[in-house]
């Protein structure tokens, strides 16, 4: 059974941090790269970060470069997105994404290229 679960969302001050966790488990072929992603009501879904999970290669939106930090466990089947420096503009639910295709600095935000997506974890950043 495929499995993309998030934790460790919830409600932050300005400034502070929050680390979210992704688990992947019982995909059909091994994954390639993993991802998260937030939406915002009524906006589209944006790729907030990606990591290769053949090489290690971490790819950042350019909203998020210097403040987040996606990274994975040895075993390849967590995906941690550390969450530093927050903004009330970083609120929005987090969902995270595996793909079984390779992805790469061109591609990695074009999000039809994920298979697999979890429910989703809501960041709220308010005073």
């Known amino acids: 059974q495929v499995q993309v679960a998030e934790s460790g969302g919830g409600l932050a001050n300005p400034g502070a941090s929050l680390r979210l966790s992704c688990a992947v488990s019982?995909?059909?072929?091994?994954?390639?790269?993993i991802g998260w992603v937030r939406q915002v009501p009524g906006k589209e879904r944006e790729g907030v970060a990606c990591?290769?999970?053949?090489?290690?290669?971490?790819y950042y939106s350019d909203s998020v470069k210097g403040r987040f930090t996606i990274s994975m466990d040895n075993a390849k089947n967590t995906v941690v997105l550390q969450m530093d420096n927050l903004e009330p503009e970083d609120t929005a639910v987090y969902y995270c994404?595996?793909?079984?295709?390779?992805?790469?600095?061109?591609?990695?935000?074009?999000?039809?290229?994920?298979?697999?997506w979890g429910q989703g974890t809501q960041v709220t950043v308010s005073p």
């Open positions: 994404a595996a793909s079984l295709g390779s992805l790469y600095s061109t591609n990695w935000y074009r999000l039809h290229l994920y298979d697999y």
């Open positions: 019982g995909l059909p072929l091994p994954h390639k790269a």
């Open positions: 990591i290769s999970t053949t090489d290690g290669s971490t």
